[in-house]
Structure formats: C-alpha cells, structure tokens
C-alpha cells in the first residue's frame, strides 16, 4: 500500500508538472530546466555531453509493436498454429512480445505530429518540428510558412554556440526531408541541389548513408556535389575500403554507402548481406569520427521503415525497424562507458501506411510468423524480377514458382497450411499479374485500383498485401496519418521526454537542456 501511495503521488507530481508546460512557447520550462529566477523551485540536471536522436521515419507504436510482436512469435515454438477458438481456448498458451532494446528506455512520451496544413503531415515539416521548435507547411524545410523566414536547427546552434560536433545518418539520401532537416532551410523539400549545398556549407562534421539525390542539378548542368564538397575540406567515402580509413583524425567525412539500391538509398534490411554496411556500423564509425571532450550530437535516420510502409511492405519495415534497434544498441554501449553524459533519444516523425496489427480476414488471431516466408523487399523484387517477368512475358505459372520461394505463397499444400492461396487471393493475384505483365485491364475503376494497388507494381503489392493478411496485419493508406508518435528516452535529463506532448517540444526540451538559445 506505501509503495502504491508513493507511486500515485509521483504520477500526480509528473502530471501538474507537464500541466505546467506552454506548447505554443519556442522555449518549454520543466522541472530539470536549469531556470535562474526558479532555481529554488526546480532540480538542476547535468546537461548530456553526448545526445544521440535517432528517428524511425513513419514510425510509430504500430510498427514498433509489429516488430516486437513478429519476434516474439518467432520466439514462441507454441506460438498458435490452429486456429483458437475464444469459446474454449484451445492452443498453446501465447508467450508475448520480445521488447526492443529501446521500448524499456527509463522514460516514454508521446508527441503529436500535426503540421500548418495537416493531421498527415509529411517529413519535412514534422523534421522542422523536432529540429527547429517550429510547425510549418509539409513540403517545407526550416521556413515559416511564407517561405521567408529561416528557423536555426538545434544542431547548427550546438554547432555554433557549444562547438560540438555534429553527425548526420540516414538510410535514405542524405539530402532527403529528414536529414535536411537538421542542416537546411528551403521552401521545398524538393531542392535537392539546393539542400545538398547546404549540407556543405554547414561545416557538420560526419554525414553517412545513401546517396545525394540530383547532385549535379535539376537539368544536369551544375557542379558535382561530391567534387564541391571535397574542394570544401570533406574525405568522401565512396566504398567500404575508403569508409573503414575514415576516423578520429578525419576532420569532415560524408561516407556514402557502397551497395546503393532503390533510389540511391540503402538497401532495405531484409535484403542486405553480411558483406553490406548496416545502419548500425555507420553508427559506430560516427562516434569514433565525433568523439571528443567537447560533446557532440548525432542524429540517426532510419528512413526505410516509411518507405517500406507506403508499399504497405510489412516485412520490410520489421526488419528495418530491428536495424534501427541495432543502431540504437551501438549508443547504448556507448553509453554504458558514459552513463553520467549520455541521453539517447528514440522517435518517429510521423506513422506511414495506417499500419495494425489485425485483419478482417483473421479475426481475433495473428499469424506473424508467416512474415518470415518473405525472403525479399517489393522494391528488389520490382527491380530483379518483375522488370525480367515485363521483357519476357513470362507466364503466370513461373512468376508462382518466384513468388512461392520469396513470399512462401503458395497455390496448393498441406490441410492448415496458411500460406496456401485461396480462390479470392488466388483471384487477386491473377488480376494484377495481368495489370503488370501484359498491361490488360482490370475492368475497375480508377479509385478501385488505387485502392488496390496506390501507385505501387499491382503484382507487388498485392503479394505484399496478401502476406500481410495472412498474417493478421493490415494498412489502411499508402500515405501518412495522423497518429501520435512515441518518444523513447534513456540518460540524463531523459524524465523530461515523459508526457504526452506536441513534437515540437522535443527541441524544447533539449534546447532548454543544453542552454541554447
């Protein structure tokens, strides 16, 4: 009874606590801000000397607990394999989630994630939010609205005011919305000549992961940003050899990842070999790149995890969620040899896809261990196989016997075999091999299509969305909705994060921690 009393007032003190914050403020008051005139009234905290922000791109409860949930059914050897029934509670007693490392993080927030113009925001202006303290339109970069006026991020103020330095990370290109959105300013996300000048101008000191987008302009016709930027005193790694030289004596790097894929990003997680560089290792080159007496701050994107939930891709977000977890496992050794001046930051900008876990077609009960049947991302399978299944003509019956080795879907099997295709899958699956193959039409209308296949391959997404189904998983949209995001703290000063609260009072709260202004 004493501990459940002391428990109650702690949560009745936190919640008068948060009650007392402004949201709207560029700068929020909390109960560890170091406050001169209130210094009386609230605790002084050390200020983090090391702050790591990583960023699940689209990601948010959903597809955090579909990966905590997918590996716990591959943990469980009772996991349900027949079908229970709630009225006499047949099958094996269910294990639960294996947690991810940062789901038991010492502090959990949640930050809601509108924009000026929407509850589905975008990237860019989401990125501002947690970057600069400021709401803007989606589509815009560290501007207000009008486009005119610049917002300072709470790196180039770390940069300038505390002389830390500065680590970029993306699993997308690094001058896509969400890395951009740290170092430049534009009223269009679309500026990537533009932003990729900026990234060299900000002096930062470590950029690493996919390739920059447009490097030599819009029309083709400008300087190679790659050659401006070495003529600006950065080492440019291009390969694994070249990365593996980089290290504490560099002075500026950009490290860009040698097995590009789909859009000069990193290959998704689910296709990555132990050869390829992980998000993870390109952590672990930061800090020994960053590490110093001074402080510094690295952001770390995982950028894949939306990019494979607007293809409603489970599988691929799983696993590229899981290799956010591994990055986030290299700040936390670091850690364990900082424990006095460290925090570790987890969180999402925004939820992509409308990802549930849940499906009308399976009722009260998941199957996700059927997601380890698919051995390949839709983007991989677009571009090694269906552009091969276009030239060819290839028949239905062979794209099948593709589609049974990479999805483990299949058209016949064992009774209680749940990968085997029923009529309407099968039916599905038919219709947009058609779509894709041999062009014919559906017979649909246009918003039925959409519905069906967004502006995905039809043959694609709809092997992704059968899988999916199968095993109780589902996506209501390929775009971004409005859900809240969670926000994972770990470290000094990480309490603060605790509360439900707007994104922009992620900065508020660390630019009110670290004293800048």
């Not at 000026?116 to 339109?137: E, L, Q, R």
Request: hydrophobic fraction near 35%; include cysteine.
């Amino acid at each position: 009874m004493k501990k459940w009393i002391a428990t109650t007032l702690a949560l009745a003190l936190t919640a008068a606590s948060l009650a007392g914050c402004t949201s709207g403020s560029n700068t929020v008051s909390s109960q560890n801000a170091v406050n001169a005139d209130k210094m009386s009234q609230t605790q002084t905290v050390k200020a983090p000397k090391y702050v790591f922000l990583f960023i699940g791109d689209g990601m948010s409860y959903p597809q955090i607990q579909s990966t905590s949930d997918y590996l716990g059914a591959l943990k469980d050897e009772d996991y349900w394999q027949a079908e229970p029934s709630l009225d006499d509670n047949q099958g094996a007693k269910l294990d639960g989630p294996e947690y991810l490392n940062f789901m038991n993080f010492e502090a959990a927030g949640s930050a809601v994630t509108y924009d000026s113009n929407s509850f589905c925001p975008d990237s860019a202006s989401t990125a501002t939010s947690i970057s600069t303290g400021h709401k803007t339109y989606s589509g815009t970069i560290n501007m207000d609205e009008t486009g005119t006026t610049a917002y300072e991020t709470i790196a180039e103020q770390l940069k300038a005011q505390k002389n830390w330095e500065i680590g970029i990370i993306s699993s997308v290109n690094l001058n896509h919305a969400t890395p951009a959105a740290f170092y430049a300013h534009q009223a269009s996300r679309n500026n990537y000549y533009e932003i990729g000048q900026e990234l060299i101008a900000s002096d930062f000191d470590y950029f690493a992961g996919g390739g920059l987008l447009s490097p030599t302009g819009k029309e083709e016709d400008q300087a190679n940003l790659y050659d401006l930027a070495k003529e600006a005193g950065y080492t440019v790694a291009m390969t694994h050899e070249e990365a593996e030289a980089v290290g504490a004596d560099t002075e500026k790097a950009i490290l860009v990842d040698e097995n590009l894929a789909d859009g000069d990003a990193m290959a998704y997680e689910l296709d990555r070999t132990e050869e390829m560089w992980s998000l993870a290792d390109y952590v672990e080159k930061g800090i020994e790149v960053l590490d110093n007496d001074n402080g510094f701050f690295m952001m770390c994107e995982g950028g894949k995890i939306d990019w494979a939930c607007h293809a409603n891709d489970a599988a691929s977000s799983i696993h590229d969620t899981m290799a956010l977890a591994d990055a986030v496992q290299v700040a936390m050794d670091f850690a364990k040899d900082h424990a006095d001046e460290t925090l570790i930051l987890v969180t999402g900008d925004h939820e992509t896809g409308g990802l549930t876990i849940g499906f009308a077609g399976t009722d009260y009960d998941t199957y996700l261990n059927l997601l380890e049947s698919q051995k390949i991302s839709f983007a991989k399978f677009d571009s090694d196989y269906v552009a091969k299944y276009k030239e060819n003509k290839t028949s239905f019956d062979e794209v099948m016997a593709d589609v049974t080795e990479l999805f483990g879907l299949k058209t016949s099997g064992e009774e209680g075999d749940k990968l085997v295709l029923t009529d309407y899958e099968l039916g599905l699956l038919k219709t947009a091999y058609e779509k894709s193959i041999n062009e014919k039409d559906t017979g649909m209308d246009e918003q039925q299509e959409y519905v069906l296949y967004g502006t995905y391959e039809p043959l694609t997404v709809t092997i992704t969305h059968i899988i999916n189904n199968k095993s109780g998983v589902s996506f209501t949209s390929y775009s971004h909705t409005g859900l809240p995001v969670a926000v994972l703290a770990q470290g000094v000063g990480s309490d603060v994060f605790n509360g439900y609260y707007d994104n922009t009072d992620i900065y508020n709260k660390l630019a009110d921690m670290l004293s800048i202004a």
